[in-house]
C-alpha cells in the first residue's frame, strides 16, 4: 500500500539543489521578514520545552507559572504556543497552566530513541493523554525507516496516532539521522499518510538537529501531500534554534515554500527553550530573562 502512495510523488530529490534553493532563500527573502511584527508572531509559534534529566515536578511547576506569569506581564504580546514535557509531568502542568490556549505537549513512545517495544510506546502515550496531554511528539522508528521496513515505520506510528485518541500527534523524524534529501522526502511521506498531524525535524538530542535544508524538503513535501490529499499538515523545527535569525530562517522557508496559510501558531512551531528569552529581548529592545 505504500508504495502506492509513495508512487505519486519525485522522492529523487538532488541534495545540492536544496542546499542553492534554501541558500538563495535565505540571501534574497529572510531580510524581508526581519520585522518586530514576526518577531512577535514567532514567540507566539514557540513550544517552550523543558526535557532535562533534572527534571522534576518542582521545576516543572515552576516552568509553567513562567508562562501564568508571562501572560500577566506582557499582556500585549502573545504567549507561547505550548508547554513541552515529558509525559510523567503531564499532570503538573494541566493543573498548574492558568493561560488559556497554551497546549500541554509531551514527548512520548520512548523519547528519544523510540527503542521500546511498540507496547511500551502506545502505554506511554495513552497515559500522557489521560493525564492532560492535548499534543503528542513521537519519535519514528529511524532503524526500520534506514533497514527500508517501511512496514514496521507506519504501523508504528498508525499504533500511537490510535493511543492519541482525538489529541494531534507530530511525528519526529530526526533529520540527522536519516542524510539525504530522499530519506527525509520519503520519512515526510510516510509519517503524513500514516497519521501525523504534523512532521517534526529532530529531538534536540542529537547531531545535526534541525537545518534549513532539512525544512525546505519537509516544507516540500507536506506542500506535496496537500495538493495531493487536500490534507493540511503541520510542520516544527526543533534543536539547534539557537538565535533569532534562525528563527527568521524557518519562518522564511515555510512562507516562501508553503505560503500564507500555513503562516499561524496552529500549523507552524518551533521546539525551544532558550530562543523565547532571545525573541523577547529584541521585540522589548533590551536584554530579557523571563524563561
Not at 17 to 33: D, G, L, R
Not at 103 to 124: D, H, M, N, R, Y
Not at 138 to 165: P, R, S, W, Y
Not at 225 to 251: C, H, R, W
Amino acid at each position: 500500500m505504500y508504495e502506492e502512495a509513495l508512487s505519486k510523488y519525485n522522492l529523487e530529490v538532488n541534495d545540492q539543489e536544496v542546499k542553492e534553493a534554501v541558500k538563495h532563500i535565505i540571501a534574497t527573502k529572510v531580510h524581508q521578514n526581519d520585522t518586530p511584527e514576526v518577531k512577535q508572531f514567532l514567540m507566539g509559534s514557540v513550544e517552550l520545552t523543558t526535557l532535562k534529566t533534572t527534571d522534576s515536578e518542582t521545576s516543572v511547576m515552576a516552568f509553567t507559572e513562567r508562562v501564568n506569569a508571562f501572560d500577566e506581564a506582557y499582556p500585549t504580546l502573545p504567549h507561547v504556543a505550548t508547554i513541552c514535557v515529558y509525559p510523567k509531568f503531564a499532570k503538573i502542568v494541566s493543573e498548574t497552566l492558568e493561560v488559556d490556549g497554551v497546549e500541554v505537549a509531551c514527548v512520548s513512545g520512548s523519547f528519544p530513541s523510540s527503542q521500546s517495544l511498540i507496547e511500551v510506546k502506545t502505554v506511554e502515550t495513552s497515559l500522557a493523554v489521560k493525564d492532560g496531554a492535548t499534543e503528542i511528539d513521537i519519535v519514528m522508528n529511524v532503524g526500520a525507516f534506514l533497514d527500508g521496513d517501511f512496514e514496521t515505520v507506519i504501523d508504528e506510528i498508525q499504533q500511537q496516532k490510535e493511543a492519541c485518541g482525538d489529541k494531534k500527534m507530530k511525528v519526529i523524524l530526526e533529520t540527522g539521522c536519516l542524510k539525504t534529501a530522499k530519506n527525509i522526502k520519503t520519512a515526510s511521506l510516510l509519517a503524513m499518510y500514516s497519521g501525523a498531524d504534523y512532521i517534526k525535524t529532530s529531538t534536540g538530542k542529537l547531531e545535526p538537529a534541525a537545518t534549513p535544508e532539512a525544512a525546505y524538503v519537509m516544507c516540500q513535501a507536506i506542500k506535496e501531500y496537500y495538493d495531493e490529499t487536500g490534507v493540511q499538515i503541520g510542520f516544527k523545527p526543533a534543536g539547534g534554534l539557537n538565535s533569532v535569525m534562525d528563527a527568521l530562517i524557518y519562518y522564511t522557508i515555510v512562507k516562501e515554500v508553503l505560503g500564507e496559510k500555513w503562516l499561524t501558531n496552529e500549523w507552524f512551531r518551533m521546539g525551544t527553550s532558550r530562543l523565547a528569552n532571545l525573541l523577547l529581548s529584541e521585540i522589548v529592545g533590551k536584554e530579557v530573562k523571563f524563561f
